[in-house]
């Protein structure tokens, strides 16, 4: 048995060489960004007595439900200082009358109500801006009304992440698991968001955040100009801002357990694509870097694949193709393995290289077709 072929520049030899290559950068990426995450190591947190007060904003529409069972578990947070400001928009249900009466109980809540104007563009971007224009205290935390704390030191783990330095804090938002293929979908989805958002972020290059669960001062908003240069797009809040205001380190993330928001997930196919293609509205206005790297990673996956699978028929090339695909599989499995880890999603890893194909091949249908399809809606 002959490993080493040789080599010419016929066509399976060219294959071979652009198989060599998109294995080269898969590994780049692993080694690049990936392994950031992997082998991340906190740095000490800020003791209790350095606490910063913090302002929770939350803006909420026709969220009733949401306000009524999640507000109580937010407002109970164990944290010395903090204060909730909710911005209810354009609402035609009781939300109102909800937060009133929360307010006989819990001082530190406080809200405002944004009548219905036919002429208020569509997205949370002014619900957001008023709340931070309100807040009594310089760091601000934003989540939405659908969210529920993981625990009762959320709020300690977000205030722990802020010092001098680290203006922006990033957080995870895992989905609620339920029964369901769908639910496993949209949860692997969102882990896999943060992978790469967290993993980038580590790397010097943060390009996004999750708006229900992210954190910064009210100075770094206003360096950035709030949400003046994208205010016209529905979606941006957490990333197209993130793009704009996270620069010379002033960003860091946390990942321990009590940090996560929890959220449900859609109950739908057609929501949930709905909500994947809201989302997409965004990327055309990403930095080139950023939105080019992005693309570079499941484009160079899915060739490495079908070069893979396509150098199989030569026998010539065979063994040192499956030697090399072994390799970076089970390098990509290892590092990225311990990223959904590093965020508690032990289930994941298993079935981590099948699901990053389908991801590399579902995730451009996705895209095209939903930025196609999609309208700026709240």
């Not at 109970?76 to 109980?105: C, G, M, R, T």
């Not at 770094?220 to 709030?226: K, R, T």
Request: charged share 20%.
């Amino acid at each position: 048995m002959n490993i080493i072929p040789d080599f010419g520049w016929g066509g399976w030899s060219l294959l071979f060489y652009l198989f060599g290559g998109m294995v080269f950068m898969q590994l780049l990426y692993v080694l690049i960004f990936y392994r950031k995450l992997a082998f991340f190591n906190p740095k000490k947190r800020q003791q209790a007595s350095e606490l910063p007060p913090l302002s929770v904003i939350i803006a909420a529409r026709n969220e009733a439900d949401n306000i009524y069972e999640n507000l109580p578990f937010i407002l109970s947070q164990n944290y010395p200082e903090f204060e909730v400001i909710v911005v209810v928009n354009q609402s035609i249900d009781e939300s109102k009358h909800i937060l009133e009466a929360y307010q006989q109980q819990f001082k530190n809540l406080r809200f405002t109500v944004v009548e219905r104007n036919k002429h208020i563009r569509p997205g949370k971007k002014l619900s957001l801006s008023i709340g931070i224009k309100a807040a009594n205290y310089e760091h601000l935390v934003m989540t939405d009304a659908d969210c529920k704390p993981g625990s009762a030191n959320w709020l300690r783990a977000i205030g722990q992440t802020f010092n001098e330095q680290k203006k922006i804090v990033l957080g995870y938002g895992p989905y609620t698991p339920e029964k369901g293929f769908l639910n496993k979908v949209i949860r692997y989805d969102t882990a896999w968001i943060a992978v790469n958002y967290l993993s980038f972020a580590l790397a010097r290059m943060p390009y996004m955040g999750v708006g229900r669960n992210l954190a910064y001062t009210k100075s770094a908003f206003e360096q950035a100009n709030g949400f003046k240069s994208h205010y016209s797009i529905a979606s941006g809040d957490d990333d197209l801002f993130i793009q704009e205001a996270a620069r010379k380190r002033n960003y860091s993330i946390v990942l321990s357990e009590d940090s996560y928001m929890y959220s449900p997930a859609e109950k739908t196919w057609a929501s949930w694509y709905r909500q994947k293609a809201r989302h997409y509205t965004t990327s055309p206005n990403y930095q080139v870097i950023k939105k080019t790297l992005l693309g570079i990673y499941p484009m160079t996956l899915l060739l490495m694949y079908i070069s893979f699978i396509t150098l199989l028929f030569n026998e010539d090339f065979r063994w040192l193709t499956l030697i090399i695909f072994g390799a970076i599989l089970a390098l990509k499995w290892w590092i990225q393995g311990k990223c959904f880890l590093r965020l508690k999603e032990k289930s994941f890893v298993a079935f981590f290289p099948f699901n990053d194909l389908l991801y590399a091949i579902g995730l451009p249908i996705m895209y095209y077709t939903g930025e196609a399809k999609t309208t700026n809606k709240w």
